[in-house]
């Protein structure tokens, strides 16, 4: 991988760019982020380091003004991309056509250019409550469909994602570092297999600053206890830091998070760096997982290694 990432989020005005990258961000009470979004004037730059990546996102405001101001500066805008982030509105229909048209308009400058840029498409909105929608179901497919067909020399990922349902948000970060990595799948996959083999609720692998690498959860997880079950695991995570600084002997890997759930936290070194496994699970399973979890340390570690 390069260093250094570009990522463009494009999409028109109003299909919840912004709302997207505020809830990755702030994960937490980012409801609250979310009622406060005004929309992009231009361009909102945003930098963050992921495993020693410079990742620099361009959430680019789709208002009919600031779009005709990139497609008449294409150069200043679209040079140099490594991914774009597309998000369609599934709930505004009226507008696929315009939609699909400053899409297109994007991707024949990557042709032109000779850019092979990965793409993902989001089709946005899709709340909860529209997922057996048959009528939003339909309109996905035949967008879906129609923009497989017209572009068949692109890389292109197709994904359903909604605020109210972070887990969509995850994938949709999975996705994308897919296309960078595909040991991020790997990983994401050895997670999903150990969460049964260990019968746990969730695995989290975490940097030493709290930001999530991968994570996994049971089905029975749903977006309004992620939020909760993922503050816990923070807190927990930084009374652990806290004691190891101060080099304080007690034992603090496990703490007890709600009834009878347990937080596990272990550390381990890869390439010179911290990182910390995080397991949610049932007192009962406590004996099961220490018996079972040096396995799973190896074959995380193996992972790992490959893309530090
Ligand atoms: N129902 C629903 N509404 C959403 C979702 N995501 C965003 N919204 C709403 O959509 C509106 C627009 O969101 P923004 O994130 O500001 O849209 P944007 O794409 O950044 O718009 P510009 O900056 O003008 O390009 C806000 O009122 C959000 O609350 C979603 O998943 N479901
Ligand atoms: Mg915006």
Redesign the pocket.
């Known amino acids: 991988m390069d260093d250094s990432i570009k990522i463009i989020i494009s999409?028109?005005?109003?299909?919840?760019?912004?709302?997207?990258?505020?809830?990755l961000d702030k994960k937490f009470d980012f409801s609250k982020y979310?009622?406060e979004?005004?929309?992009?004037?231009k361009v909102?730059y945003h930098k963050t380091s992921f495993l020693g990546l410079q990742v620099y996102t361009w959430?680019?405001?789709?208002?009919e003004k600031?779009r005709e101001l990139y497609k008449n500066n294409q150069d200043v805008y679209f040079a140099d991309t490594n991914l774009l982030l597309y998000?369609i509105?599934i709930?505004d229909e009226n507008r696929f056509e315009t939609s699909l048209d400053y899409l297109d308009n994007i991707l024949t400058y990557f042709k032109e250019n000779d850019m092979d840029v990965p793409l993902i498409v989001s089709f946005?909105?899709?709340?909860p409550e529209k997922r057996g929608d048959e009528v939003i179901n339909g309109r996905i497919n035949k967008l879906r469909e129609s923009i497989f067909d017209k572009y068949p020399t692109f890389k292109i990922l197709f994904q359903q994602?909604?605020?109210?349902?972070i887990i969509s948000i995850i994938q949709l970060i999975s996705y994308a570092l897919s296309v960078f990595d595909d040991k991020f799948f790997d990983l994401s996959h050895l997670l999903e297999s150990y969460l049964k083999t260990l019968n746990c609720s969730s695995l989290i692998i975490f940097d030493e600053n709290g930001i999530i690498i991968s994570e996994f959860y049971a089905d029975e997880i749903g977006p309004d206890s992620y939020i909760v079950l993922l503050e816990s695991i923070k807190e927990h995570l930084y009374l652990l830091k806290r004691m190891q600084e101060e080099r304080y002997e007690s034992n603090y890997n496990f703490t007890s998070i709600e009834n009878s759930l347990l937080s596990y936290l272990h550390k381990i070194e890869i390439g010179g760096e911290s990182f910390y496994i995080s397991v949610l699970i049932e007192e009962s399973e406590k004996e099961s997982l220490l018996h079972k979890f040096s396995d799973f340390i190896i074959d995380v570690s193996k992972i790992m290694n490959t893309l530090m």
């Not at 979004?37 to 004037?41: G, Q, S, V």
């Open positions: 999409g028109l005005d109003y299909a919840g760019k912004t709302s997207i990258l505020t809830a979310i009622a979004l005004k929309p992009t004037i909102e959430d680019m405001g789709g208002q600031y998000i509105d709930l946005h909105k899709f709340d994602t909604s605020i109210f349902d």
